[in-house]
Structures are given as structure tokens and as C-alpha cells.
């Protein structure tokens, strides 16, 4: 008999699985490599996935599979995802020491290139008390923190405020640079002159 003829006896299954992901042709595998369903031909062995036998192998897929939480101590607060606007909320928090000149802070982590790994954000929720006193309106809500300092107008004229005195301060004084304010003055006056 030619060897090709002979029928192959064993185990071999390979699941045929469609696509997970919405608007994906059937025929491709674009699914992603963390999920439990799919794993891609070269970990199957003949067509089933078995866990490596190396311990840190083991260890590794045991901590990828592990949500990233704080723990039970924190009522396991997950880590959330860093989105642009959180990421400047965070910078606006950090800073805050400068956005009101009232009130004062103790020193915190200045450091604006590292965030906190683990928070939450959530919505003031203002009693029925104050319906009429202290109460933000539906025009002046705002979606991040950020929009909100931008939009307050007493901030703004602090902050134009502020700028103008810097302004003032790094400028020239025009003819006030020139001025007689001691011998020494007047020597590098006529220096810068000449």
C-alpha cells in the first residue's frame, strides 16, 4: 500500500473559533493574545492548550490573569486607565496650590511626571440645603476639572492679574533702566551705551 493512503490514528483537534471581534472577517485572527479563549498554534499542542511546566512560566500567566487591584485593605480599588483628560486633572491637582491665593497647602509630591497608580474621580453631589446658596448651575458644570478653572471668572482675573505683574516685572522699565541710582549704575549705563 502507498504510504499515502494511510489514515493517521491519534488525537488531533484544533478549535475552529469565529472571530470575537465585531466587523472581523471569520477567516482572520485578530483576537487579542491575553484572552483565555484563543491562543495562538504555536502554544497548542496538538490542538489543546497545556500550561508550561516551568514555575515562573506559571507565575507569569497566573499575575496576568490577576486584576490590578490595591487589595482587601483598600477594598480592592482598581487601577484605572490614564486618559489625557485625567492626566491633566491630575497636573491641575498637583498645581493646586497656585490656583487660589487664599488658600494654602502643605508641600506635596511635586513631581509632575509621576501619577498616582491607584484613585478614583467622582461627582460632588451638593445636599438640598444648598439648592439656592452654593450650587453650580447646569451652565456652569463642566466635564473635566480642568474646563471648569477655565471657565470661572474670578480665576480668570487672578490669573490675568498675576500675568500682567510678571509681565511688568520682567520687562524693561523704558527710561527707568537709564536712571542715575549710584555712581556704579551710572558707569554701566554709559558702558552699555558706548
Not at 5 to 14: A, R
Not at 65 to 83: C, E, I, R, Y
Amino acid at each position: 500500500m502507498p504510504e499515502d493512503n494511510k489514515k493517521i490514528i491519534g488525537l488531533s483537534w484544533e478549535p475552529k473559533l469565529p472571530s470575537l471581534l465585531f466587523g472581523a472577517k471569520s477567516g482572520s485572527q485578530n483576537v487579542q493574545e491575553s484572552s483565555l479563549v484563543y491562543k495562538p498554534n504555536s502554544e497548542l499542542i496538538d490542538g489543546l492548550f497545556v500550561p508550561p511546566n516551568d514555575p515562573k512560566k506559571v507565575n507569569k500567566l497566573l499575575k496576568k490573569q490577576v486584576k490590578d487591584t490595591t487589595g482587601k485593605s483598600w477594598f480592592d480599588m482598581p487601577a484605572p486607565n490614564l486618559t489625557p483628560e485625567l492626566k491633566k486633572d491630575l497636573q491641575l491637582l498637583k498645581l493646586r496650590n497656585v490656583i487660589d491665593p487664599k488658600r494654602h497647602y502643605k508641600k506635596g509630591d511635586s513631581k509632575l511626571t509621576t501619577f498616582p497608580k491607584y484613585f478614583q474621580v467622582g461627582t460632588v453631589v451638593e445636599p438640598i440645603s444648598e439648592y439656592f446658596t452654593s450650587r453650580l448651575t447646569k451652565r456652569e458644570r463642566k466635564a473635566t476639572l480642568a474646563d471648569e478653572l477655565l471657565s470661572d471668572q474670578s480665576l480668570k482675573v487672578y490669573r490675568k492679574r498675576k500675568v500682567r505683574e510678571i509681565e511688568e516685572k520682567s520687562q524693561p522699565g523704558g527710561v527707568d533702566k537709564w536712571k542715575i541710582k549710584g555712581k556704579s549704575s551710572w558707569k554701566r549705563a554709559k558702558q552699555r551705551r558706548h
